[in-house]
């Protein structure tokens, strides 16, 4: 029963272009959502956060929009560079709880 | 500031082996994390130490894994007799507190049972 999904394994995006990368979820007791990035050999890191109280949060070139009666978030990436090829997990934790559910990622490859 | 620190970063053994992982979290983190990776999935919480103590077990294998964090700080996972399912990457994380909204990976240490 997976709670977190990346429907998508793979995103091909010419640089300077958007890169849109979808995450589904079906507990609607999660209330906070991470999204963390991922280079070969290397452990995952955070990138960025929504609470459910929100519905879009920014940090530079990275954006996350939450649609929770969609049950459903979305990260953007603009414009893309070359270094942003890597697998991007979306992550949820539900209230009152403190484990981290992750996708099963997706793949993201920029371009140049 | 140092990030978390995995030893050793691969490992191969036969089934019915055992194998142990060790980990160092960010200095005056008190939460750690083990995490298993398979293939193609997202990682899996596998235990969660808050200081010393285990907050969260519920997804470890106790017929065969065992984790422990004497002391607060460094913690060793173990696999014992390892199965051919158990190979997978496993990562150690660690946040400053249970409910830090962020935690740091280390670059995990990869298993492979045959």
């Known amino acids: 029963d997976q709670q977190v999904k990346q429907n998508s394994p793979s995103l091909s995006v010419q640089e300077g272009r958007i890169s849109i990368l979808n995450c589904d979820y079906t507990?609607?007791?999660?209330?906070?959502f991470l999204w963390y990035k991922k280079y070969p050999a290397e452990g995952p890191t955070f990138l960025i956060s929504i609470s459910s109280i929100k519905d879009k949060n920014e940090d530079g070139r990275f954006t996350v929009f939450l649609n929770k009666s969609a049950k459903h978030l979305s990260l953007h990436i603009v414009p893309s560079q070359p270094g942003d090829s890597a697998v991007y997990f979306c992550?949820?934790?539900?209230?009152?709880?403190?484990?981290?559910?992750f996708g099963k990622g997706t793949k993201l490859s920029v371009i140049p | 500031e140092a990030g978390v620190a995995q030893s050793p970063r691969y490992k191969i053994i036969e089934k019915r082996q055992s194998v142990a992982f060790w980990c160092n979290p960010i200095s005056g983190h008190a939460t750690l994390y083990w995490y298993q990776q398979i293939l193609g999935q997202g990682p899996k919480l596998l235990i969660q130490?808050?200081?010393?103590?285990?907050?969260?077990d519920s997804q470890l294998p106790k017929d065969r894994f065992s984790a422990e964090r004497l002391k607060g700080v460094d913690s060793t996972l173990k696999i014992q007799p390892a199965k051919l399912e158990d190979s997978a990457v496993y990562l150690c994380a660690s946040s400053l507190e249970a409910r830090s909204n962020e935690q740091y990976f280390g670059p995990g240490t990869r298993l492979t049972v045959t």
């Open positions: 130490f808050q200081n010393n103590g285990v907050v969260d």
């Open positions: 507990n609607s007791m999660f209330d906070y």
């Open positions: 992550a949820a934790r539900g209230a009152g709880s403190y484990q981290l559910t």
